[in-house]
């Protein structure tokens, strides 16, 4: 349906900013709503910001005022510029694509925030 690659991980420290960008196989118009999510180890992975269509955005609370997602109609791509980062942020971070009520996922990137 809808393939998902996720780029832009890596190691930064604490108060330093990451991009992730996650390349849609689709046209974006297609999309129902993009988001990404996080897993760190030993815990389930989390909802961190969703973009439906119409350009709704929610984030989760933990995160609002440092992650802005966003999308790039010409790249196709949807990003999530993080700020500020903090040690807690560290986990695999996935993009999700809802595309007919189905959830696709990517392969996940880590980020790792060091203290």
């Known amino acids: 349906q809808v393939q998902l690659v996720e780029s832009g991980g890596g190691l930064v420290q604490a108060g330093g900013s990451l991009r992730l960008s996650c390349a849609v196989s689709?046209?974006?118009?297609?999309?129902?709503?993009l988001g990404w999510y996080r897993q760190a180890p030993g815990k389930q992975r989390e909802l961190v910001a969703t973009l439906t269509r119409g350009g709704r955005t929610t984030y989760a609370d933990s995160v609002k005022g440092r992650f802005t997602i966003s999308r790039d109609i010409a790249d196709n791509t949807a990003n999530l510029q993080m700020n500020s980062l903090k040690p807690e942020d560290t986990a695999v971070y996935y993009c999700?694509?809802?595309?007919?009520?189905?959830?696709?996922w990517g392969q996940g990137t880590q980020v790792t925030v060091s203290s």
């Open positions: 999700n694509a809802v595309l007919w009520s189905h959830d696709n």
């Open positions: 689709r046209s974006i118009f297609e999309i129902d709503a």
